[in-house]
């Protein structure tokens, strides 16, 4: 499996991207990566970076792209006039058969615009979606749409629920994956109307849907996939992540307070350390687009290397379980 | 002023409101409590919890009422039939000038239901809501509506601009509280359609609107006011006590696996003590419900003493600080 790196992407510049990159190559001999940007100054990096390349230089490989599109930049506007950005470049190599999946940290608008642009939708699917894992108490609970679509039909949630239950499924080996649908009450009646008419949907399929389920159970583990419109599934996830910072920085302020809790903190400090990694989202390798004919990876834009490496591995499993395949095998099982 | 305590709202019996109740009037000398549920009942119970009466008992009532609504009850049905319901002689107190606030930890929308059909909306509001304080980094900030109504128009979110404003002004002495709208970014074009048309109607009128906010910025305590629907704020609302939830139990999981952890908990516990209380939803004193033509405070069902106390504490600020006539106040000023 051949996965393309847009090596530009993301706030922390190309260091961290490139440094993800190797490391997954160091621990997964079946990939290979393509890494998009400047090729000379991506080449001269990777000198740098890696000492002693045997193992893995013959499958590093780079590919020119000499423009980067701004965290900021509006999306359409930037996939039409940047073709040579790291993103189209990279979603063009899935296109000639020169990659199988693009990973990017770079402006996620614009990540989803190309793939669409480059690879088109998978046949059926009218809204392509981004896909999360949050962590919780038991296994990571998929999320979608964390951000894609804002303005939602019920038909578009029930097509999350059939692409987001293939993917899970595949990725996790869960034979029949617990759907729920996000809402403000257990009961079918509980909603606004958007959800209402989608419980009907979801109700009467074949899919393993289990009802609603409240914000308050999201981190509990009791579901395998979670379902909402882009506009709340991307509120949901940055509240957590806002929550999570202020939490410990509320627990520091705490801690710092008596010379008794700095000795304790000092004792506790791994348990701490191992405690963030559970609730940090790098460690979930990666949100991805799902209903592009293709495999493509949004990272954070403050991925550090650990993330980038993990997402090049989630990457790897969709397409080593065509995920693709499978989504359009539920859609047709569906509609059957 | 007087407060109306329905004493047998909750999930866990009629004791804690009642010491709440008690505990309020312990602290509060310019506060008069009448507790509802059946009276003989409430008496035998106040006797036992207080051994010495002395300096509350003349400012402690019972309004005698024979129904309790339960919790999973439909609000609409439950106040119709219910017409001796400790919800329903509550705020029944309120129209005959015998209380001047409602506190109730029961079902809440039959709470929301009791008060507009015993009390009315105030004029020029057409859908109360329910407000609620979120802790952040730094002071709290008052979310609204976090469930009262799922589906709105941009007037009705206009109208909780206004609500919320005048409360938090009145309420924490804030000149012009700074208002944002939750969102997906922080620019104006940044949102689902709703959330757009907001944005222009509150750019446009005299409110201190300082625009977008987004999920993450919910917990940092730079604005005074966040405004959304009931469906995004009831999720914001128990995504955040789910997340709180399991990353206590989390960071629990990891301090139980070393000895060394271990002891540093025993020195840190007061540190974390403290921080749960930060946390603690309980600590905010219930949820004002702002639009209905007088006081009423609605708390968790699984409130204990303290947040009974802390309601009794915000409700009497909302009277004495006649925050009604600040909304009215207020509305007059952005329809002028």
């Known amino acids: 499996m051949r996965i393309a790196v847009d090596a530009m992407g993301g706030d ?21 990566i393509v890494l ?11 000198a740098e970076i890696i000492g002693d390349s045997s193992g893995i230089s013959d ?9 980067v599109i701004g965290m900021d930049e509006s999306p359409v506007e930037a996939i039409r006039k940047k073709k040579d950005s790291t993103v189209m470049v990279g979603f063009e190599l899935i296109r000639n058969a020169k990659a199988d999946a693009v990973i990017s940290a770079g402006n996620s608008g614009a990540t989803m615009a190309a793939a669409i642009r480059k690879l088109g939708r998978l046949k059926g699917i009218s809204r392509p979606g981004i896909a999360s894992f949050f962590p919780t108490l038991k ?18 949630l029930l097509q999350f629920a059939i692409m987001a239950a293939s993917c899970s499924s595949l990725l996790n080996g869960i034979d029949r994956p617990r759907i729920g649908l996000l809402s403000i009450g257990e009961e079918a009646s509980k909603g606004n109307a958007l959800i209402k008419e989608t419980h009907a949907l979801l109700s009467s399929g074949p899919l393993n849907f289990i009802g609603n389920v409240e914000g308050r159970d999201v981190y509990k583990g009791d579901v395998d996939v979670i379902i909402c419109d882009g506009f709340v599934g991307n509120i949901s996830l940055k509240i957590s992540e ?10 520091k302020t705490e801690i710092l307070k008596s010379w008794r809790a700095k000795i304790g903190y000092l004792l506790i400090k791994n348990a701490f350390v191992r405690f963030r990694e559970r609730l940090d989202y790098a460690e979930y390798g990666g949100a991805p687009l799902l209903g592009i004919n293709g495999v493509g990876i949004i990272c954070h834009g403050t991925s550090d290397a650990t993330a980038i490496q993990n997402a090049v591995f989630v990457a790897a499993d969709m397409v080593q379980h065509r995920v693709n395949d499978g989504i359009s095998q539920t859609l047709a099982e569906y509609n059957a």
């Open 12 to 32: 922390l510049g190309s260091e961290l991207p490139v440094r993800g990159a190797i490391a997954a190559l160091r621990k997964r001999e079946d990939v290979e």
């Open 59 to 67: 499958r590093l490989f780079f590919e020119h792209a000499t423009e």
């Open 242 to 251: 806002g929550l999570a910072e202020a939490a410990m920085q509320m627990l």
């Open 36 to 46: 998009v940007g400047p090729r000379d100054f991506l080449e001269k990096q990777v």
């Open 139 to 156: 296994e990571p609970v998929m999320l979608m749409d964390i951000g894609a679509n804002v303005d939602c039909r019920p038909q578009h």
